[in-house]
C-alpha cells in the first residue's frame, strides 16, 4: 500500500487493506522468535492518516488469524491478533534540517511517498506473542516421559 504524500491533506483519510499472508508468512520465516507461528488469513489494516505539513500521521488497527505451536505442550492452535498502532512520520530531509534525532521515536519517510505495507507489517510480527500458549491453564508436557498431560495422565509423580 503506497501513499503519495501529496495526496495527503489535513483531512483524515480512511486507510482499509489487506497484507497477504504469504508476504507476512516469509518475513516469520527468517525470525527465530517467533518460531512455530504464521499468519492464516490476511492481516486486515483499519487506519487514519493525514498530513501536518511534511509530518504524516497513520493511526489504526490491524487483525488476523494465526497458528501457532504452543510453548508449553508444542500443540498448533488457532488464534487472533490484534493491535493498534500509531506513527508520526517525518520527512527524513526534514529531521535532517531540523537536526532532529533519531532517538525520538520517530519514524521518517523520504520522498514523495509512503509505503504503509512494511510500517504494518512490523506491527502485525509485534502483534505476535513471543510466548504463545494454547489455554491458560495448558497443563505442558511431562518433564519426564513426554506425555501431553492435557490428554493423558501419565504415571511420572
Ligand atoms: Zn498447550
Ligand atoms: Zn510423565
Not at 26 to 43: H, I, M, Q, W, Y
Not at 101 to 107: Q, S
Amino acid at each position: 500500500m503506497i501513499v503519495k504524500v501529496a495526496d495527503l491533506s489535513d483531512e483524515v483519510r480512511q486507510l482499509r487493506f489487506a497484507e497477504q499472508p504469504a508476504a507476512l508468512n516469509a518475513v516469520l520465516a527468517d525470525t527465530s522468535n517467533v518460531a512455530g507461528v504464521r499468519f492464516e488469513s490476511p492481516v486486515e489494516v483499519d487506519a487514519e492518516m493525514y498530513r501536518h505539513g511534511s509530518d504524516v500521521y497513520l493511526a489504526g488497527k490491524l487483525g488476523s488469524e494465526v497458528t501457532a505451536a504452543c510453548c508449553r505442550c508444542a500443540e498448533e492452535f488457532s488464534t487472533s491478533v490484534d493491535r493498534s498502532f500509531k506513527f508520526l512520520l517525518v520527512q527524513a530531509a526534514a529531521a535532517n534540517a531540523e537536526g532532529l534525532e533519531d532517538d525520538r521515536g520517530l519514524d521518517h519517510y523520504d520522498g514523495d511517498e509512503i509505503d504503509v505495507g512494511p510500517l504494518v507489517l512490523e506491527q502485525a510480527l509485534l502483534a505476535l506473542e513471543a510466548a504463545p500458549v494454547c489455554a491458560p491453564d495448558c497443563k505442558g508436557l511431562c518433564v519426564g516421559c513426554g506425555a501431553n498431560l492435557n490428554s493423558e495422565d501419565c504415571s511420572c509423580s
